[in-house]
């Protein structure tokens, strides 16, 4: 129960917070506003779910918002060239994976701390858009306009989008990964001690540089998604969404530590922010900025819960080592 505390945490914080909103606005219980709900977040619980198994490592990735922006830059400016969008999105997801592998690479082999690695990441792949073009280009194509259109009418007059489905088989996909593979076993063994894992036999290389190609390559099917949510590509897009992804992790549960932490746990992180954005919107009389206020005061909640947790299984471990 004490490592599953941040998760029923969260899930208790989202529960009640959606029963408040319901209870000023009882049109937020709509089917309608819960399919709107995953819709409006696809992208970032898909950027999400990679920058989870970067923390569950001990890790972190700044790069997440500008490799977005890069994909949707990137996307625009082939598609505006005469690439079909299917070419262009296997075409960025190669290189998003590789590039969040080279950053494995460097972390690993230049004993570099990830923040470093990945800020240079960052600041490389925004530099890219601005490379490729400093405008907004609206993407437009037959197969563009086909794949919009790929909805399903719900009870209710909800649609169940195309993007949402994406984000929900990534949050799945995400949780077959980290709790029923070999390689989820090795990310929290890197995350609750990188050097006992490397002498226990974990591939400490190979897993590494898994977790940011991972990572980055998610950033990137969350950048077509954006791109499919704006039908544009924009150099200065997503600027913040890194940050954004960082504390649906930490809400979910996982330890900045590593090594503790569900991917279950981010996708209601992730639907927190939602929720605060939506409410703010069926308000209409509250700043945006109110969704940052919120997300700091949980912010610091969840840390001093996650301290109180660490201090408690130190505590536990050091009573075991007393004879009695």
């Not at 920058?51 to 490592?57: A, E, K, N, P």
């Not at 990188?194 to 036999?201: E, K």
Request: charged share 5%; hydrophobic share 55%; net charge positive.
């Amino acid at each position: 129960m004490g490592r599953n505390l941040p998760l029923v945490a969260t899930l208790a914080v989202f529960v009640v917070a959606y029963a408040l909103c319901a209870a000023q606005f009882p049109t937020m219980l709509s089917l309608r506003v819960v399919l709107n709900l995953l819709t409006d977040n696809a992208y970032l619980g898909i950027a999400a779910v990679g920058m989870t198994f970067v923390i569950l490592s001990g890790g972190i990735d700044l790069s997440v918002g500008s490799v977005i922006a890069f994909t949707g830059v990137f996307l625009a400016v082939t598609i505006r060239a005469g690439l079909d969008p299917l070419v262009a999105f296997a075409l960025v997801l190669v290189i998003t994976t590789a590039f969040g592998a080279v950053m494995g690479l460097m972390i690993h082999y230049l004993e570099t701390p990830p923040f470093i690695v990945t800020l240079a990441g960052m600041f490389f792949a925004r530099g890219v858009c601005f490379l490729l073009t400093t405008d907004s280009i609206p993407i437009a194509h037959p197969t563009w306009s086909a794949i919009l259109g790929l909805k399903w009418v719900m009870p209710g007059g909800g649609r169940l989008t195309l993007i949402a489905l994406i984000m929900l088989a990534a949050t799945l996909a995400g949780i077959v990964l980290a709790h029923f593979t070999r390689f989820g076993t090795y990310v929290y063994g890197i995350g609750g001690n990188r050097t006992s894992a490397g002498l226990m036999g974990v591939p400490v290389v190979r897993t590494t540089v898994g977790i940011y190609a991972l990572s980055s390559g998610l950033s990137g099917l969350a950048g077509i998604v954006f791109a499919l949510y704006t039908s544009a590509g924009y150099s200065l897009a997503a600027t913040g969404v890194e940050l954004d992804t960082i504390a649906a992790v930490v809400i979910g549960g996982t330890l900045l530590t590593g090594g503790v932490g569900t991917v279950a746990g981010t996708f209601v992180g992730v639907l927190i922010q939602g929720l605060i954005q939506t409410y703010i919107t069926f308000d209409g009389t509250l700043s945006s900025w109110w969704t940052k206020i919120v997300i700091g005061a949980l912010l610091f909640a969840f840390i001093l819960l996650q301290r109180g947790l660490v201090f408690l299984a130190a505590r536990g471990r050091k009573a075991r080592l007393v004879p009695a």
